[in-house]
């Protein structure tokens, strides 16, 4: 599984992630950014920080 806490990445927001792929994990937190951010659109940076800071659990 994957797990991403947008928190730390954004920081105040308490928005958490566990999906079974970092694919589907990206997709959830890019529709997250654009409804709750504000985000037309999620750029490169943002998409690095948030794969650094994907957990992967058992």
């Given at each position: 599984m994957k797990t991403f806490a947008c928190g730390d990445v954004v920081p105040g927001c308490n928005a958490r992630f566990v999906c079974s792929s970092e694919e589907e994990l990206l997709a959830?937190?890019?529709?997250?950014?654009?409804?709750?951010?504000?985000?037309?659109?999620?750029?490169?940076?943002?998409?690095?920080?948030?794969?650094?800071?994907?957990?992967t659990t058992a």
């Open positions: 959830q937190v890019a529709a997250h950014a654009r409804a709750d951010h504000g985000m037309a659109t999620v750029p490169q940076s943002l998409v690095d920080e948030v794969r650094s800071a994907i957990v």
